[in-house]
């Protein structure tokens, strides 16, 4: 009969130390993931100023547009707050985007070699943000899960693990149509 | 398939497990397959059972030896062999096309959370992409040339996804062990068969009765077939699963769908890819009739479903993305 108990035990032990890993391993991946955003944020910044340069010699009507991009990412850059950097980001995604429509405008623009390979680095940075972020959002999502469903809960609550925050999109930017570059300009 | 879209992250595991105990089901019945034909080798060639014979068998250790060889290099290298079978090269970075496709690769790394695959390039003008590896860890990508010609940013990216879908699944570790495995009994049923009819050992068969050598010809015969058969049966119903993973992480179905009706409209076969490798492709690389049709005969002979249904499929998805609004 001892060795009943004993083995049921070991099993529950086994279990514990199983999910609690299962759990730690989530919660790292999150930490990564979040990493992973900012990195692409960073190259974001350090691109745009590039992009900023090279056309601001053929958008001579523009000037108020790219100052407005420039104004956004100086802003993005310095702001330190999540609540802050989320909304910065956001506005600078929407003011890249009314650059991305007006270079429709300027033929001379699209044959530039150098432009193009910029918006493309652009287009994959900005690309590489979402995804990145849908990313994470999906690891909050199976790592809450794990936390809420039974038994996993005993396991998450004994050892006081908190529910992750998901990365939710600004009110303000869901309205925001796609910039579809392929329409004619 | 609808299911499948849904049924979110947590399915990995559960189809990782389920190819482990295929590629492990796939290695047992190699390994049993080169017994086989070693015993029968033995039994038929070096008059093992006689008292005559020598006392130890010879056929059978060689043969299970080789055996392990082939696995071992499937396993370790056959990633390596199918892409330079295939002229696969690295990308070019200073080509804007390929510099895009790096970028898109990178893209879908992130949305998979995997790392990044080594993406590669095959220059040829049929639209087609497949990816290799024994894990996420040693995973390649490739794509023809004519596949970045023919699409556009968004309809690359469901094919790049489709193909991370099979890493992430690890299909691509199974399907690697299929095609090496299967060059490899295709290779020894040729070794076998002119064994069979060279003429030294013909009188000694001859002698024996037809008993043993109708089974060594059965086998001679079948394993192509068989073979061929097991390459398909794992094939088929992961095509739409990796559909429906890819429309997962670019929650856009409609990216693959517009890239498999373009690539529907141009397709030609691909020169290099043999039977052995038909398999490993986003849409077969060979004759495309039998996959234009439906039906029992079709799915028992083709290395891919339907590219119609898979369309259909993928549209079905989008659909119901924008009844729940996610």
Redesign the interface.
Known sequence: MGWVVLAVLAAAVLWVVVSYNALVTLRN?IQN?WK?IDV?LKRRHDLIPNLVETVRGYMKYEQQTLEKVMEARSRAVTSTSVKDSAAAENALTQSLGRIFALMENYPDLKAD?NV??LQ??L??TE??IT??R??YN??V??YNTKQEVFPGNLVASFFDFKPGEFFAVAETDKGVPRVDL?LPA | MAEAFDS???DFSARQAYNRRASRFIVLVFFLFFLLIGAAVDFLYFDFSTPGGPGLPIATPIALATAAAIALMAFYSGSELILSSLGAERLDLTL?EQ??LQ??V???A????LPMPKTYVVYDPSPNAFATGRDEHHAALCVTSGLLVLL??EETQGVVAHELAHIRGRDTRLMLIVSVLLGGVVLLSDWAQRSFYSSRTRDRVAGRGALLAIPLLLLIIVSPIFSRLLAMAVSRQREYLADATGAE?T?NPLGLAHALEKIRDAAMPLTRAGRGTAHLFLVSPLSRRIDEKEGAFADLLSTHPPLARRIMLLYRMAGLQKKTGS
């Open positions: 991946a993931a992973q692409q070699d193009l390979r493309e680095e287009t994959t690309n590489q995804f990145a849908q990313y999906d690891l999502m199976r392929s | 979110g992250l947590e804007p510099r895009e970028n898109i990178n893209e879908m992130l949305a998979s959370g556009d940013r992480y929650r």
